[in-house]
């Protein structure tokens, strides 16, 4: 049995303050995982606006030249994201969580991510 050895993109928060900006977005959070020497990185989601980015599809073919797979942690409220729960009783935050979890695994799937 092999393992395969990753990293959170969490650890993106570790960077230092000055270092931040030059690591927004989903590929560049890949890239600055893979300089800690893994083969799978665990993106995490800040906003399903990651997705929007028109230089996404070019990055995320630069990350996996590179040899490394990913995943994609959702949005989770601990971003500081208004996230509705799937478990609401609220319909309308069900139906807006229900939604916003379709887009996320939509467009994780038109990148190739491994898992949501």
């Known amino acids: 049995m092999t393992y395969i050895i990753g990293v959170s993109s969490g650890i993106f928060g570790a960077a230092p303050e000055a270092e931040r900006f030059q690591y927004t977005g ?19 989601l800040e906003s399903v606006s990651e997705f929007k980015d028109p230089e996404l599809k070019e990055g995320i073919k630069k990350v996996k030249g590179l040899g490394v797979t990913f995943g994609i942690h959702s949005e989770t409220k601990a971003f500081g994201v208004e996230v509705a729960e799937l478990d609401s ?11 916003r979890l379709m887009e996320i695994l939509e467009r994780s799937g038109n990148i190739e991510s491994k898992y949501v």
């Open 26 to 44: 989903l590929p560049r959070k890949a890239q600055y995982c893979i300089t800690k020497g893994v083969q799978f990185v665990q993106i995490d």
């Open 89 to 99: 009783a609220i319909e309308t935050d069900y139906r807006f969580g229900h939604e």
